[in-house]
Every structure is written in C-alpha cells, then in structure tokens.
C-alpha cells in the first residue's frame, strides 16, 4: 500500500503545517443516498442509483470531500483520529480518503470535491472524449471501473476495453461493451495506450498496481485529493 503511506504522512504534515494538531477539530463522515450523491438522472444504471456503492462526504470546518465505497459507514472524531486509521479495509480507507479531500478542500488545494448530479453525468461524458482527443490522440483505451455513460461515449470513438469488479456486470455487454473481470487487467493494460481509471481504486487498494508506465487518467470526486499529492492525472469537470 505504498500509495497510502504516502498519502497518510502527507495527510499528517498537512495538519501539522496548518498547526490544526493541537485544535480539536471534528470529522464527521457519512454515506449519502442516492439522490443526495447524484440526483435523479435520466439513466437509471449508475452504481450509485442501483445500491452497488455508496458515497461517503465528510465535512471539516464547513468544507466537504467525498469518497465512492462499497463498504459504507459512518464516522465522528477528530482529525488526530483520522490520522490513526489502520487503512486495512475499504470502509477506513473511504473514510480516511473522504476526509483526506474534506481537509484539503478546505486549504484551498483542491476544487471539485462533490460528485456532479442529474444531467451532468452524460455531459461529463461526452466531454470526456474530447479530453481525450487532445490530450491522447486516438488511443486504445483500458477503462478500469465501469461507468456507462463514459464507455457508452468512448465506445463510439475508440478501440474500448472496459474491466470492473461487480460480479452482476462481468460477461455482460452493458452501454454496447463487454465487461470484463479484474484477471483481465494487466492483460489489457499491456494492451492499450490509455488506463482509464475509477478514483474508487484508491479506496479498493488496488491503485498501486494500476500505476503503470502507460499513460493513465483518473476520473471522479474520490481521487480529487490523492490526485494532487501522488501527482496523478485527474478528470472531473463537473464536479463542484
């Protein structure tokens, strides 16, 4: 977890540069329902909507981050005891990373901590590939974490490839694409020219295996703040 151990002792001299150890400052940490987390969209599809994640906001000193998990719960204490999770399991990682985001918003480090709501997912998409455009050319593309509006609008522009860990969506052809299980991963990622990436692989645990050489793009609210302190790319426009 070597991504964690970075970010926890950057997570520390944070609080210490911003002399906010010696404060008892609260963190409050709780899921979301579906339409607090993404509104009502018009597709019904979203793992939000269907039950599969859950999205966790913490608040801190008024400002607010969110992490995507599939293992929510709800947390109250300090930011000494944020500091001393044991990040051994997806619910302590979510909220550490929620937090995490919650704290750096509120330094002014970082934007776009709230995920995007109602229609704002299928315009994220359609943006997505013209980021991608300029930024990559036309690449094959491994998406790692399924999001259908997105594979829905890369599939009509490039060579797609798209793995995710739901059982229910594994050997099924969803939004006009195959999806594949986590054993095709590194055989994909050989593959393409572009890792598409959930920011919920940093909850997960498997970030670390996803930095490659190949050129990689992470997506989503919960990657906001290890995107800046791993300097990983990041894309998340509609985000607020």
Known sequence: ?????????????????????????????????????????????????????????????????????????????????????????????????AALNALMRHLGLIEKTIHCKDASPPLCA???????????GNPRVAMIGFQPRMAQALDKTFALRVMDLDEDNIGQTKSGVLIEGPDQTRKNIAWCD?????????????????????????????IAGPAVLLGLNRYCPYGS
């Open 194 to 222: 572009l890792a598409l990436v959930t920011g919920s692989t940093v909850v997960n645990g498997t970030v670390d295996e996803l930095l490659s050489s190949k050129p990689t793009l992470f997506f989503g609210v919960t």
């Open 126 to 136: 359609s943006d997505l590939v013209k980021h991608v455009q300029k930024n990559f």
């Open 1 to 97: 977890m070597e991504a964690f151990t970075k970010m926890k002792h950057k997570f520390l001299d944070l609080v210490e540069e911003n002399k906010l150890g010696a404060v008892p400052i609260q963190v409050s940490v709780r899921g979301l329902t579906p339409e607090e987390a993404i509104g009502t969209p018009e597709n019904r599809d979203y793992p939000l909507v269907k039950g599969r994640e859950r999205l966790l906001e913490a608040e801190i000193l008024g400002s607010r981050g969110q992490a995507f998990t599939d293992t929510p719960g709800n947390f109250s204490g300090t930011l000494k005891a944020v500091a001393l999770l044991q990040l051994t399991d997806n619910r302590s990682r979510a909220v550490f990373i």
